[in-house]
């Protein structure tokens, strides 16, 4: 393959994520999105047009400007960062292997490290901020009624943004062991149960639409898939709303994956096993399920009321040792 950096950028794509690892087309317009944001970088940079720039040009010194331009006038935060320069990282592996001249150079890139960055806790729901929050959307009309469907099925389901947005009538399966199916990060498809108020809403729901598999379940005003931008939308204008009957609230910021967050809160409260937990979430890791621990007040409280606690018994007052109180005074 030749080593010029356009034809190895576009083998990248099209050999690479696309042909043989099959990536998803959100990880694809990532991908693309940080390609575009560093060739910009790099023409401003060394007065090059992209289609002139050889892999030498990307170097770390480069690279590491690029992603300090995405903290400071970007203001990305370090995790963004790091999405970036994994994509980044992921190109270089595969120069690595396609020109082995630059293997040197793909070498020192593979060897930037991540950015440290805090790790928050995670935003969900309570349940009286639940009931408000699917209380809010007026069900005497169609937008309502869509909406009430599509909270519901998020807070149960704790399906991603995509996930829902993309399910058809096809995906819905009801009657007993109702469920719905969907096809998660990684291409990996898994069932997710459905209680039988959430199935009850469904039904009714698709019912109203006319039944026809290849529908999509929450469907825009033309009959089309929902947007992102449409979803989070939805979420905000209903929280907006919930929040007059419901204070606590007002404090918090309710997004699509808040909702997701707050179904993982639920099972946990329940009392469901966190390999379980990550099962019905599609995590491929159970790190990413253990910040669910973290966040879980009453879980700690159950284990301090199991611990034994300590007496603060009084002691009488017996100054240091000199030499210690020397030390421990410089």
Same mark, same amino acid.
């Given at each position: +393959?030749?080593?010029?950096?356009?034809?190895?950028?576009?083998?990248?794509?099209?050999?690479?994520?696309?042909?043989?690892?099959?990536?998803?087309?959100?990880?694809?317009?990532?991908?693309?999105?940080?390609?575009?944001?560093?060739?910009?970088?790099?023409?401003?940079?060394?007065?090059?047009?992209?289609?002139?720039?050889?892999?030498?040009?990307?170097?770390?010194?480069?690279?590491?400007?690029?992603?300090?331009?995405?903290?400071?006038?970007?203001?990305?935060?370090?995790?963004?960062?790091?999405?970036?320069?994994?994509?980044?990282?992921?190109?270089?592996?595969?120069?690595?292997?396609?020109?082995?001249?630059?293997?040197?150079?793909?070498?020192?890139?593979?060897?930037?490290?991540?950015?440290?960055?805090?790790?928050?806790?995670?935003?969900?729901?309570?349940?009286?901020?639940?009931?408000?929050?699917?209380?809010?959307?007026?069900?005497?009309?169609?937008?309502?009624?869509?909406?009430?469907?599509?909270?519901?099925?998020?807070?149960?389901?704790?399906?991603?943004?995509?996930?829902?947005?993309?399910?058809?009538?096809?995906?819905?399966?009801?009657?007993?062991?109702?469920?719905?199916?969907? +096809?998660?990060?990684?291409?990996?498809?898994?069932?997710?149960?459905?209680?039988?108020?959430?199935?009850?809403?469904?039904?009714?729901?698709?019912?109203?639409?006319?039944?026809?598999?290849?529908?999509?379940?929450?469907?825009?005003?033309?009959?089309?898939?929902?947007?992102?931008?449409?979803?989070?939308?939805?979420?905000?204008?209903?929280?907006?709303?919930?929040?007059?009957?419901?204070?606590?609230?007002?404090?918090?910021?309710?997004?699509?994956?808040?909702?997701?967050?707050?179904?993982?809160?639920?099972?946990?409260?329940?009392?469901?096993?966190?390999? +379980?937990?990550?099962?019905?979430?599609?995590?491929?890791?159970?790190?990413?399920?253990?910040?669910?621990?973290?966040?879980?007040?009453?879980?700690?409280?159950?284990?301090?009321?199991?611990?034994?606690?300590?007496?603060?018994?009084?002691?009488?007052?017996?100054?240091?040792?000199?030499?210690?109180?020397?030390?421990?005074?410089?």
């Amino acid at each position: +393959m030749s080593a010029d950096l356009p034809t190895l950028i576009e083998a990248f794509f099209t050999k690479r994520l696309i042909a043989q690892q099959g990536a998803s087309a959100h990880t694809i317009a990532s991908y693309r999105d940080t390609f575009r944001l560093l060739l910009c970088f790099a023409r401003r940079q060394l007065g090059k047009m992209p289609s002139q720039l050889a892999p030498g040009d990307l170097d770390t010194a480069l690279l590491g400007a690029f992603l300090s331009e995405l903290e400071t006038n970007r203001r990305n935060t370090a995790r963004s960062r790091n999405l970036r320069l994994a994509a980044i990282r992921s190109f270089f592996g595969f120069v690595a292997f396609e020109a082995p001249e630059h293997s040197a150079l793909a070498a020192r890139v593979l060897a930037m490290p991540s950015k440290r960055h805090e790790r928050r806790q995670v935003d969900y729901l309570s349940r009286p901020e639940i009931e408000a929050l699917l209380a809010a959307p007026n069900t005497t009309d169609w937008f309502g009624r869509r909406d009430h469907a599509l909270l519901l099925t998020a807070v149960q389901t704790g399906l991603r943004l995509s996930e829902l947005t993309s399910l058809q009538q096809k995906d819905v399966i009801l009657g007993e062991g109702a469920h719905v199916r969907c +096809m998660g990060k990684g291409r990996k498809e898994r069932a997710t149960p459905l209680t039988k108020p959430a199935a009850r809403i469904l039904a009714t729901w698709m019912k109203e639409q006319g039944e026809d598999q290849q529908l999509f379940v929450f469907p825009n005003r033309a009959g089309g898939r929902l947007s992102s931008d449409a979803f989070q939308n939805i979420v905000r204008k209903h929280a907006e709303e919930a929040r007059k009957h419901c204070p606590s609230l007002a404090t918090k910021r309710v997004t699509p994956h808040v909702l997701r967050h707050t179904a993982a809160m639920e099972l946990m409260q329940a009392g469901v096993d966190c390999s +379980m937990i990550a099962l019905w979430l599609g995590h491929a890791s159970l790190n990413t399920t253990r910040i669910y621990l973290d966040a879980n007040l009453a879980l700690k409280e159950e284990v301090l009321a199991k611990a034994s606690p300590v007496t603060g018994k009084i002691q009488r007052y017996k100054p240091s040792d000199r030499l210690l109180n020397f030390l421990n005074n410089l």
